[in-house]
Every structure is written in structure tokens, then in C-alpha cells.
């Protein structure tokens, strides 16, 4: 019997993995204000002042930013969030998430 149980642990320790991590992206448009953009990155995502301009300003010239690397609950609650913050202030901003 106690040869059964290490071997059961063994095959648990060897099926754990890390859980995959997705990125959230942010999309620049011709609507969303820079200030809203701003305020959603240190809301929703948590950025410094300093932090979230420099994430706006990646956006407003490079049409997108990588905003975080999370797992996918909380990317897709991220998403979720700040879409719902645009949609409410009147903004078409838009955000995904994907597999890194």
C-alpha cells in the first residue's frame, strides 16, 4: 500500500505545471482621451502616474501596449473591467487578451 501512495504522488508532482499567463493588450483609437487611458492604467492595472503615461504614449504611437502579463482569470477580469469603465464613460477603447 505505501508504495501505491508514492506512486501516486509522483505522477501528481510530475502533471503540475505553471498556468499559463496572457497578456493584456490595449489598442489606441481616435476617441478614447489620453486622460481616460491614464485613469483606466492606474485603475484597472494598478500603474504609477509615470508608469501609465509612458503606457499611453507606447499606445498613442505604436497603436498598442502590452498592459500586463496575468493568468487568465485575472487578464480576462482586467479586460472585463476596463472595457466596462470605457463603455460607461462613452469611449470605444478596446482591449485583449491573449496566450503569451
Known sequence: ???????????????LREPRRYKVTIYNDDFTTMEFVVLVLKTVFHKSEAEAEALMMQVHHGDKAVVGVYSYDIASSKVNKATRMARDAGFPLRLTCEPE
Not at 500500500?1 to 502533471?15: A, L, V
Open 1 to 15: 500500500m505505501p508504495q501505491e501512495q508514492s506512486g501516486i504522488k509522483e505522477r501528481q508532482r510530475t502533471d
